[in-house]
């Protein structure tokens, strides 16, 4: 079925009031009509009825949405603009095939075998491509690589991944929660110290913690290319892996890993899917933002110690805040003795990463996020916390840029610090 067939009803919704204008990091920084979700769904609407092709200035209209959902939360007629993106980049990569990038990727994500040599590969062959950036974790590039450039701050990856270091089954209490961990790339391969923060907290609380073996990447990077018969084939690979076992919940402590499996499966591939949905549709309602299990667990984070003195700022990942998870986190760190919470200007905006936007259109990322890093120095916060680590990646890209000195950590390793 022709792609954007399945959103020809959403489509009609749009009534074109412009009123997503306001909202639109894209459209904030480019002015242009087809970067906001307006323009999009009347390029979708030429493209279904075949008045426009599918040529190079469609696709690169398309390529500018960072899939952040902004404007489908304040749309007075709920349209869905990023299904409506996913099915016009679906209906791009049907008629011309993906990108090498996208191929690459794609190639990558659906082999955990080949991600684990990578990853090892990477820590081995860092230091000839890398250096350290002074003041920071990160690195920068010796020479610009193609689809990284130049100037990017890239965190480091770790030496041993995550999921390598812990069995898959961790017994708690009796009578505690049974929960399966998904853990996501981005932990396993790079910020492992949310992993073990996440497994502390958990464990404090007396929960059986699982771990499972088979889950793989969550696919989103799949989504952004259009590339959706790799988002299917690992969103099966992934039920199996989770249904595996019996669990009270299925957390994530990556926002984006949490959007793909509460919003994004049940929409994008059990539409497409539908003899999963049912599945998908189970595996959704299980699914929990680790820092809201951890509240409606009882965590009090006055048990878990103050360490040194922190002034923490949040900033509210896109695929948080969109599923209304914008208090709990605050509220955790909050009640952290040790912690000053300092409330930011546009703590809710949108830091600019948007997966692969952020590799195709790196200037403009840089861009949407220079006003996040600027109100993150005025809040005068000596840290900024996050649920996402793509987030935490490109907060500490942009302050980088800005020369600021403001650490980036997850929210889950703050409450952890007295912990480990
Ligand atoms: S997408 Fe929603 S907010 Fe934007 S123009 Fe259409 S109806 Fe209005
Ligand atoms: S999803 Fe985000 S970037 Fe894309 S059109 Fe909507 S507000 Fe703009």
Do not use: W
Not at 155 to 170: G, N, S, T, Y
Not at 337 to 348: I, Q, R, S, T, Y
Not at 379 to 394: E, I, K, N, R
């Amino acid at each position: 079925m022709d792609p954007l067939k399945r959103v020809e009803q959403e489509l009609k919704k749009c009534v074109k009031c412009g009123a997503c204008r306001a909202h639109c990091p894209a459209f904030q920084e480019l002015r242009r009509e087809p970067a906001v979700a307006r323009g999009k769904v009347a390029l979708a609407q030429h493209l279904m009825k075949g008045d426009i092709s599918l040529d190079d200035q469609t696709y690169l209209a398309m390529s500018k949405c960072l899939l952040c959902g902004s404007c489908v939360e304040k749309c007075p007629n709920d349209v869905p603009t990023d299904e409506i993106v996913i099915a016009a980049r679906e209906a791009l990569a049907a008629q011309r095939g993906l990108t090498t990038f996208h191929r690459a990727v794609g190639r990558v994500i659906r082999n955990r075998r080949l991600m684990n040599m990578g990853a090892a590969m990477a820590a081995l062959l860092g230091p000839l491509f890398f250096r350290k950036v002074p003041r920071t974790s990160g690195l920068r590039l010796r020479f610009p690589l193609p689809f990284i450039g130049g100037k990017r701050h890239i965190p480091q990856l770790a030496k041993k991944p995550f999921m390598d270091r812990h069995p898959e089954v961790i017994e708690g209490e009796p009578g505690k929660p049974r929960i399966v961990y998904f853990v996501g790339c981005m932990t396993n391969f790079v910020y492992t110290e949310i992993g073990e923060a996440a497994l502390a907290l958990f464990r404090h609380l007396g929960c059986t913690v699982i771990i499972p073996k088979e889950q793989q990447c969550c696919g989103l990077p799949g989504m952004s290319g259009g590339d959706l018969a790799t988002v299917r084939e690992l969103a099966e690979k992934n039920l199996a892996a989770l249904e595996k076992f019996e669990a009270d919940y299925i957390v994530t402590a990556c926002a984006t890993c949490g959007g793909a499996l509460h919003k994004l499966y049940p929409l994008v591939v059990g539409k497409r899917h539908p003899e999963l949905k049912a599945r998908l549709d189970a595996l959704a309602a299980k699914n929990i933002d680790a820092a809201v299990l951890l509240q409606k667990l009882g965590l009090h984070p006055e048990e878990t110690g103050a360490g040194e003195q922190l002034a923490v700022t949040y900033h509210d990942p896109c695929h948080l805040r969109t599923r209304a998870v914008t208090r709990q986190p605050r509220e955790l760190l909050r009640e952290t003795p040790g912690v000053e919470f300092l409330e930011m200007e546009g703590a809710d905006k949108c830091c600019g990463l948007g997966g692969t936007f952020n590799v195709y259109h790196y200037d403009t990322s840089l861009a949407i996020n220079a006003p996040k890093a600027a109100a993150i120095e005025k809040s005068g916060a000596s840290v900024v916390a996050t649920g996402c680590p793509g987030c935490m990646m490109q907060l500490a890209d942009g302050l980088h840029h800005r020369g600021a000195k403001t650490r980036v950590m997850h929210t889950l390793e703050i409450l952890a610090r007295r912990l480990r």
